[in-house]
């Protein structure tokens, strides 16, 4: 196992852990980590990811909920749920490559969920992706002066551009 892997896995069990016993005190999950990651590297990497997701847990949550259609976060096996928070939280907060935290997510998914965990997982992420691009791109339209803004296009444009078409 990547050494980055195993530390998400045991974020990952540390997650699980919070969300079946919320009552717990977070210097329990603070101590597994430390008991089981040697690396002070490994270590750092765990607790920043460990601490990002519990401090946005309520926005991933809601854009997982946005983004898992006829799905709430509540509903979801606790497993599939924390694992889909690791990948959420890299891909819209981290500096992990999209891809690489797609996947770790699915490997996660894959090793302790069930046999449809994987693609569900999968499929979540790869619709959140796309938000990404979305909420980026607002941010740097917000930065621009109104007239280099893109502006709606009009229902008679649209109207326009779909008779071009045919």
Excluded: C
């Excluded at 919070?18 to 597994?32: A, E």
């Excluded at 891809?99 to 490997?107: L, N």
């Excluded at 996660?108 to 069930?114: C, P, V």
């Amino acid at each position: 196992m990547a050494r980055r892997s195993k530390a998400r896995e045991v974020v990952f069990q540390v997650l699980y852990q919070d969300d079946l016993n919320p009552k717990i005190s977070p210097t329990v999950g603070d101590d597994l980590l430390a008991r089981r990651l040697s690396d002070e590297n490994l270590l750092q990497f765990a607790r920043t990811l460990l601490a990002g997701v519990r401090r946005k847990r309520q926005e991933i949550d809601a854009r997982l909920d946005g983004t898992a259609d006829n799905w709430s976060v509540d509903r979801m096996a606790a497993t599939d749920r924390n694992a889909l928070r690791i990948g959420a939280y890299e891909v819209l907060f981290g500096d992990t490559p999209d891809t690489v935290a797609v996947d770790e997510a699915i490997e996660l998914a894959k090793r302790y969920g069930t046999a449809q965990s994987a693609a569900f997982v999968n499929g979540i992420l790869d619709r959140l992706m796309p938000g990404k691009e979305k909420s980026e791109q607002e941010s740097e339209d917000v930065s621009k002066p109104p007239s280099e803004k893109p502006q709606p296009e009009s229902l008679h444009d649209k109207m326009q551009r779909l008779k071009e078409r045919k």
